[in-house]
């Protein structure tokens, strides 16, 4: 039987300029640690700053991807439950969580998934969630540009944890209120830069079978930017120029 040709996942790697990523760390294993109390509900608390500057009006949406069992044992819930991740649970560097986060909210940018939460920094930059389901989060940021200051503040999308496991790394005594401040990238005058994304295939010896073309969406904060055609004519690849201190999300459209 033949091969066919694999594009490894449904969304494309894009050369993107990085941002930093956030601290929030997700279990690496989960072991006999206790458990969960289930008919209970959670909160999270940002704190959205730059150094010592407060950062009001910064724009937040979150999605809940996973539950938790009382065991403190990940499940994907629907739709995320298609992604290729066997098992939560056996998730065991902080670089696989990450590795979630792309395609995650390339979906959710495709098929304009519904927040299950949404709020606005105040003031002192802080927003606080409550009343919240247990299990895993995507937290998505909007950048924040500031125009009077010549400035734009990007943030990292990232997974927490709901409830947080304890001090002593196990659910015996779960934090079930969540608090941090992510981190932030400041960029001042924010000058015009490239951008370039390239399709790749893993399919030695089979190349004749990939299709004639693909589309891909590009998105920028969440927004869909353009919708371009790869194919060999362009080698399977697309570039763009726009400001520093953006964050693009790539995906083939179906």
Same mark, same amino acid.
């Given at each position: 039987?033949?091969?066919?040709? &694999?594009?490894?996942?449904? $969304?494309? +790697? ?7 990523? =956030? @601290?929030?760390?997700?279990?690496? !294993? ?38 938790? &069992?009382?065991?403190?044992? $990940?499940? +994907? ?7 290729? =991740? @066997?098992?939560?649970?056996?998730? !065991? ?162």
């Amino acid at each position: 039987m033949k091969k066919k040709a &694999s594009n490894l996942s449904k $969304f494309i +790697l894009a050369v993107l300029t990085l941002i930093l990523t =956030v @601290t929030f760390c997700m279990p690496l !294993s989960v072991e006999a640690r206790g458990s969960v109390d289930t008919g209970k509900k959670g909160s999270l608390g940002l704190t959205y700053r730059y150094q010592t500057t407060l950062l009001p009006d910064v724009n937040v949406h979150l999605y809940r991807i996973a539950d938790i &069992s009382s065991a403190g044992e $990940f499940t +994907l819930i629907s739709p995320y439950d298609q992604f290729p =991740v @066997t098992d939560l649970n056996k998730i !065991s560097d902080q670089s696989e969580w990450d590795n979630l986060i792309k395609p995650v909210a390339a979906y959710i940018y495709t098929n304009n998934v519904t927040p299950d939460a949404e709020a606005v920094s105040d003031a002192d930059g802080k927003i606080s969630f409550t009343d919240l389901k247990l299990g895993i989060y995507l937290v998505v940021s909007d950048a924040l540009v500031q125009p009077e200051n010549n400035c734009t503040y990007s943030f990292s999308s990232f997974l927490t944890s709901i409830p947080g496991l304890d001090a002593d790394d196990n659910w015996t005594n779960s934090v079930y209120d969540v608090v941090g401040v992510p981190k932030c990238e400041k960029t001042v005058n924010p000058k015009t830069v490239p951008y370039y994304v390239y399709k790749r295939w893993d399919d030695s010896g089979y190349a004749g079978n990939r299709p004639t073309s693909i589309s891909v969406n590009i998105y920028v904060d969440g927004t869909l930017y353009t919708t371009q055609t790869l194919s060999a004519g362009n080698n399977w690849s697309y570039s763009w120029t726009y400001q520093e201190g953006h964050v693009f999300t790539i995906a083939e459209s179906t």
